[in-house]
């Protein structure tokens, strides 16, 4: 174990980082890179399958929401918005594609202290030990982020119109668990449940909202 931590912080220094990057970040990015193999083929199967039951319901449940803005620039980067991932207390999300055709998360925040605070709060749970997705630009209230694809643990664990088996409920609960219970011991577990999202692409657990 020792040696693992000796080999991420050698390849923190070494690995090239972009200006506009936090290098903390880049190292999150990097392990959070490795895939994880504790899904079968058929619990991967099963949760594709879910997936697509979940984003009809969601969809039906949101309705068509506030039109999303065509285009969102950050640095003089635009990205063109597909969709959008939902809103609440601290801004809206939307799902869009930068000029190289890389899908990424942007959130726009009603306030840049609420980004500052968001910023500060998601890279303490990285610092803890939670898998973050990684930060790729920020201007005023806007945050461009790793796009996740999943579905939260919350809705996995508790909706039955999902059709997610009870043993594969179970085994994902207890992935939960195992990684990140007790990391940070004033996060409640309903939190971590409802902001945790399973990476459908690399079975990866990733808490993408800190609060």
Known sequence: MKNFFLIVLLFAFLWPVPSSANWWDSICRMVAGRAQDWLGAE??????IAHQKYL???KK??????PPPEKIEVKGVSYKV???LGWGSEGDVYKAE???GAVVSIKVFFTEQLLEENIHALRRKARMGFLTPGILAMQGKTLVMDYVSGIPV????KN???GISLELRAKIESELRFRYLGLDPILPEVILEKNTILDLETGRLILIDPH
Do not use: C, V
């Not at 619990?43 to 594709?48: E, S, V």
């Not at 449940?61 to 506030?66: L, S």
């Open 98 to 100: 930068g000029p190289d």
């Open 61 to 66: 449940e949101n309705g068509e929401g506030i």
């Open 82 to 84: 597909i969709q959008s």
């Open 43 to 48: 619990d991967k199967t099963a949760l594709l």
């Open 154 to 157: 919350q809705e996995i664990l």
């Open 160 to 162: 039955n119109a999902l």
């Open 56 to 58: 009809a319901i969601r």
